[in-house]
């Protein structure tokens, strides 16, 4: 599964910075104050939130190494400098479960959480383990939990509903196999042709490993652009498989179809990419025989693909 | 589906969260703490209940209020002894909710923390009040994550996973486009509008997406009106198949189909539907089309 929170990565390294100065304003107020020996923690903390904010702003992946970070100073800063603040422990051990499920995912965040417990509930609770904070500590974890649970609930709805590919403006591929049994039955009941373009795009790969992420999402939209700029109205593009992608067009004959595949061919022709140079695609056209059934249709087109694949 | 979502397992957390809810409750001694305790487990027991894996109960305001008021009330009635929950809040502003409550529920969070000064000492105060802004922060961020994501998605969404049912929002586009292409394959396309009773409108909308065939899709244009566009060869088959149709669906509102060909507005249409009385009207097709 692709992960699908795309950070806001300006805000996350502003909050980062943020936290960084707060450290560094933490140390300085100490060094005021004339309590030298508490210096090194935030001064060392705000130098880690400082890498954190640089690993954010490079790029997604290392963001969740940022988090990491971000969360082991929170840790450190709350282990060390909350049990000399003798107050509430109550309000103080509700900090940490919090900080995590905010910076992780939830099922490390619930992990880390629970495991940790008698860890907080040691070091803010001043030794003596009380009932009444375990529940509260406890209660606040279980029902913050919730929160990240609806969200990624909402996602896998979101995934579930959306007709569209995760990566690209074609159709993903339950729609297109579901949107290519409908048209079956259409051109069944009104008795129309029905023929599908495969589409290979065999650079694919090569171009994610050699040029990274940018040059392989570039390559995918040229051929979206290519094939939406050609296409008609009612001809949907799906993708079948990281570089198969299938046009259905319905009611279409053999020769309009040769056609289209001509014109879909001099369209990628003409793109130039920066990475890549020239757009290769292999292409097959597969139509729909009379009396042909939904599943051996598909069969053939996935045989059909796989076989444009190897080349 | 690539994921496989364990709608379950959401509701055992809900529940276990009831329960120790409802724990802490029995523990509290005061009678509104228990209160807004009990108050709070039965929400969430409910919520439990209701949860369905679908984009059919857009959540309502009151719904989407009730766990940050509960927060506050809690805070304000108690704060000695549920201090733990100041930390809630930023969590709370991750949930999807309109721009409004997420202002409100900030509002809430700041008159919840003020009072705390007595109870803290300056020091802890400020400190708590720092450290509460900047996981505000982070909850809000979080929070924009899924809203760009949602609403990029929510436009072209079909509204329960698996059923050919879209939003009312696509149906304008897909009839200009059923409409030049019927036309050019000569085939008959009419629009079906449905009037549905508030409470039967779901369950008539999945009856709907049932009896049509695949290439036929359904929409929901607002609580109590669906549509669909019906594909066939000729006018014969036509009124035949939206006989069958009306019987099998057992609506009892009224309903009315236009061909495409003769569809002028689909406002003006749905104006229309809400005079009418009950039964299917047919319009027949301008003759000189």
């Not at chain 2, 409004?100 to 007595?118: C, D, V």
Request: with cysteine.
């Amino acid at each position: 599964m692709p992960d699908l929170r795309p950070h806001h990565s300006r805000l996350f390294a502003a909050w980062h910075a943020g936290g960084a100065l707060l450290l560094l304003g933490m140390s300085l107020w100490l060094y005021l104050l004339g309590e030298y020996e508490r210096i090194p923690l935030p001064a060392i903390l705000s130098l880690l939130m400082l890498v954190a904010t640089l690993l954010n702003t490079t790029g997604d992946e290392q963001s969740r190494m940022a988090a990491y970070l971000a969360l082991v100073c929170g840790y450190l800063l709350i282990a060390v400098e909350l049990p000399r603040q003798s107050g509430l422990p109550l309000l103080w051990v509700g900090l940490p479960p919090v900080l995590t499920l905010l910076l992780l995912p939830l099922a490390p965040a619930m992990l880390l959480n629970l495991s940790l417990t008698p860890i907080w509930l040691a070091l803010l609770g001043e030794g003596e383990l009380d009932s009444q904070t375990l529940l509260g500590y406890l209660s606040l974890v279980i029902v913050a939990a919730l929160i990240p649970w609806e969200q990624a609930r909402q996602h896998a709805l979101l995934r579930a509903t959306d007709p569209r590919d995760s990566e690209c403006s074609a159709n993903g591929r339950e729609t297109l196999h579901e949107g290519l049994a409908s048209e079956i039955d259409r051109a069944g009941m009104l008795g129309q042709p029905l023929a599908v373009l495969l589409i290979h795009l065999p650079q694919l790969d090569m171009v994610g490993e050699q040029f990274g992420p940018r040059a392989r999402q570039a390559l995918l939209d040229s051929l979206c652009q290519a094939v939406a700029s050609r296409r008609r109205d009612h001809d949907t593009l799906g993708r079948e498989g990281q570089a198969d992608f299938w046009l259905v067009m319905p009611d279409t004959t053999e020769s309009s179809a040769l056609l289209m595949q001509q014109r879909l061919l001099q369209a990628l022709d003409q793109i130039t990419l920066m990475d890549t140079g020239h757009v290769a695609a292999r292409m097959r056209l597969c139509r729909l025989k009379a009396g042909e059934s939904w599943p051996r249709f598909e069969q053939r087109l996935e045989a059909g693909s796989e076989s444009l694949a190897i080349g | 589906m690539q994921t496989k979502y364990k709608i379950g397992l959401l509701r055992g957390n809900l529940l276990v969260a009831a329960v120790l809810l409802a724990l802490l409750a029995m523990a509290t001694t005061t009678l509104t703490e228990a209160l807004l305790l009990w108050l709070s487990a039965t929400w969430l027991a409910t919520s439990a209940l209701l949860m369905a894996f679908n984009h059919r109960r857009p959540v309502t305001v009151p719904w989407q209020l009730l766990p940050g008021l509960l927060l506050a009330a809690l805070l304000w009635v108690a704060p000695e002894r549920h201090v733990t929950w100041l930390w809630a809040w930023a969590v709370l502003l991750m949930l999807p909710q309109p721009r409004w409550i997420l202002l409100l529920e900030t509002l809430l969070a700041l008159a919840t923390w003020w009072p705390l000064r007595e109870l803290l000492g300056l020091e802890q105060w400020t400190l708590s009040g720092l450290g509460l802004a900047a996981l505000m922060l982070l909850g809000l961020s979080r929070a924009l994550d899924l809203r760009t994501l949602r609403k990029s998605a929510l436009s072209r969404a079909r509204l329960v996973p698996g059923l050919t049912l879209w939003p009312g929002s696509r149906l304008p586009r897909d009839l200009a486009l059923e409409r030049s292409r019927s036309l050019r394959e000569g085939v008959h396309a009419e629009l079906l509008l449905l009037h549905a009773p508030r409470h039967q409108s779901w369950s008539l909308a999945q009856r709907l997406c049932h009896l049509t065939h695949s290439f036929e899709h359904c929409y929901r244009l607002d609580s109590r009106t669906l549509a669909t566009v019906l594909i066939s060869r000729d006018r014969h088959q036509a009124n035949e198949r939206r006989g069958m149709l009306w019987r099998s669906l057992g609506a009892r509102g009224p309903a009315r189909a236009i061909p495409l060909s003769g569809l002028a507005s689909l406002d003006a249409e749905r104006l229309a539907l809400a005079r009418q009385p009950a039964g299917l009207l047919v319009i027949e097709e301008p003759s000189h089309a």
